[in-house]
């Protein structure tokens, strides 16, 4: 019996283009912070299906946007959704955020919902900081520590259950929820100054059952469910945190926590 991390990088990226409300409206009030010019190119670091991607380029009048994913389902519904546009000033990238492809060219990068997916954020940074010009700046917020830790207790838990434990048993968690300080002090390390970070609360409250299971199945628990081998123990799974949250009060909340941070590379 396998225990190996699952590999797949690939997203239901229709069902998240949904159900990603949440990470969206999050995303709106970082954008809303941000202070451009219009004439910047900047980089959508895990653009995803490319929902604030439209936003940044919206805001960049004389600019441009790329927006890189490592999810080839992601960008394929991003691209349909932003090029049907003709004069969208927006190009694409698939590639992995540790080892992105740019060197002292891109003015801001800007990401949400997507750094906490990276286990190093050591070598993230380092990636970042070679990515921007000179004066560039990092504008960003992601999953912060304590993120989701109630529900996350609830995955462990039921990951050691059967029938689940025979595939999840030793599943490790696949995210990497930073600290404030110990962000802070990695983005120094890899050179950045002005450095701010901090956490915000982002309780997130959903309707009904099923909006809640389609967004826990898509937007969560889809690694975990890659390791399940059938449609059965999939959807047993996801059943289950559902009841058990639609049974607390607040019923059907996710104890967000977001990382905000802002730093920039020195001129």
Not at 45 to 72: K, M, N, Q, W, Y
Not at 131 to 148: E, F, I, K, S, T
């Amino acid at each position: 019996m396998s225990f190996e991390k699952p590999r797949s990088r690939e997203w239901d990226a229709s069902s998240y283009h949904r159900v990603s409300g949440p990470q969206t409206s999050w995303g709106a009030k970082v954008l809303a912070r941000m202070d451009l010019r219009g004439d910047e190119t900047v980089l959508d670091a895990g653009c995803g299906t490319g929902r604030l991607t439209a936003s940044l380029r919206d805001l960049l009048p004389r600019g441009r946007v790329i927006g890189l994913d490592l999810s080839e389902n992601m960008l394929r519904q991003a691209r349909t959704h932003l090029l049907s546009d003709p004069g969208a000033r927006v190009g694409f990238v698939c590639s992995d955020l540790v080892q992105l492809p740019f060197s002292k060219s891109i003015d801001v990068v800007f990401s949400t919902a997507s750094f906490h997916w990276v286990l190093d954020h050591r070598l993230l940074f380092r990636s970042i900081f070679g990515a921007l010009r000179p004066g560039g700046w990092l504008v960003a917020q992601c999953g912060g520590a304590a993120n989701l830790q109630r529900f996350r207790a609830k995955i462990v838990q039921l990951s050691q259950e059967a029938p689940f434990g025979s595939y999840l048993g030793k599943f490790e968690e696949p995210w990497l929820y930073s600290d404030s300080h110990t962000a802070a002090k990695n983005l120094s390390a890899a050179g950045f100054g002005e450095v701010e970070t901090g956490i915000e609360a982002a309780p997130t409250r959903f309707k009904s059952a099923e909006q809640f299971s389609e967004f826990v199945r898509t937007a969560i628990v889809h690694k975990h469910l890659n390791l399940l081998p059938t449609d059965r123990l999939k959807r047993d799974f996801v059943q289950t945190l559902t009841a058990q949250a639609g049974s607390e009060e607040p019923a059907l909340e996710l104890d967000y926590l977001r990382l905000n941070i802002r730093a920039r590379k020195p001129a």
